[in-house]
């Protein structure tokens, strides 16, 4: 039961990473291509962790933390630039 509910979920958030790239392509803004990066980056974490938990691997949720804390820092570093145009210390 528990690994049909798994397939599932991993499937809609397959269909969502599609259709995020689709924005993160094309997106009107800049701001709505970062936020689509951003979305896509988490919800392939929530995979790799689904993934974890479906293939009994551990490795795979320590992989995805660091990914995780990635997106996090250019989330920063994105918006220091919107904000004051240039990337300095």
Not at 50 to 66: D, H, N
């Amino acid at each position: 039961m528990i690994w049909e509910i798994i397939l599932a979920i991993s499937i809609i958030y397959t269909i969502a990473i599609a259709l995020l790239t689709v924005i993160a392509l094309k997106g009107p803004t800049l701001g709505d291509q970062v936020l689509a990066i951003d979305t896509i980056t988490y919800a392939t974490v929530v995979l790799m962790v689904l993934f974890s938990v479906f293939f009994k691997e551990p490795i795979l949720t320590v992989v995805a933390i660091p990914l995780a804390l990635w997106i996090y820092a250019l989330d920063i570093y994105v918006a220091k630039y919107l904000e004051k145009g240039d990337l300095g210390a």
